[in-house]
Nanobody
Framework: QVQLVESGGGLVQAGGSLRLSCAAS????????MGWFRQAPGKEREFVAA????????YYGDSVKGRFTISRDNAKNAVYLQMNSLKPEDTAVYYC???????????????????WGAGTQVTVSS
């Protein structure tokens, strides 16, 4: 497992942008698929984006395609989520997650990930 700490959340107006960061500890970060999930009050956890251990493959939830971009820097043990054209419905706690590529579940599924951060709040005002 890796230890994960998110940062970069905050309050932004609709149409604005935020960049979330996730710092990972552990020498094996570059071996892990990484993902972002979110959970709004009263709603189930939702897949947002994921990136393979190599960075060659990325995945996005339908609600964020074309607006959000996931990236990683293995030299810095970090993964990022650039969020543009934010909407009030993007308001949620955003969680960073790490998972072993060899697990049978898909990188779009929470079951693929066994390391989770504590989350960072993103609030988009209308």
């Amino acid at each position: 497992q890796v230890q994960l700490v998110e940062s970069g959340g905050g309050l932004v107006q609709a149409g604005g942008s935020l960049r979330l960061s996730c710092a990972a500890s552990g020498r094996t970060f570059s071996n892990y698929d990484m993902g972002w999930f979110r959970q709004a009050p009263g709603k189930e956890r939702e897949f947002v984006a994921a990136i393979s251990w190599s960075g060659r493959s990325t995945y996005y939830g339908d609600s964020v395609k074309g607006r959000f971009t996931i990236s990683r820097d293995n030299a810095k043990n970090a993964v990022y989520l650039q969020m543009n054209s934010l909407k009030p419905e993007d308001t949620a706690v955003y969680y960073c997650a790490g998972g072993w590529p060899g697990t049978p579940s898909l990188p779009t599924e929470a079951a693929h990930f066994d390391s989770w951060g504590a989350g960072t709040q993103v609030t988009v005002s209308s």
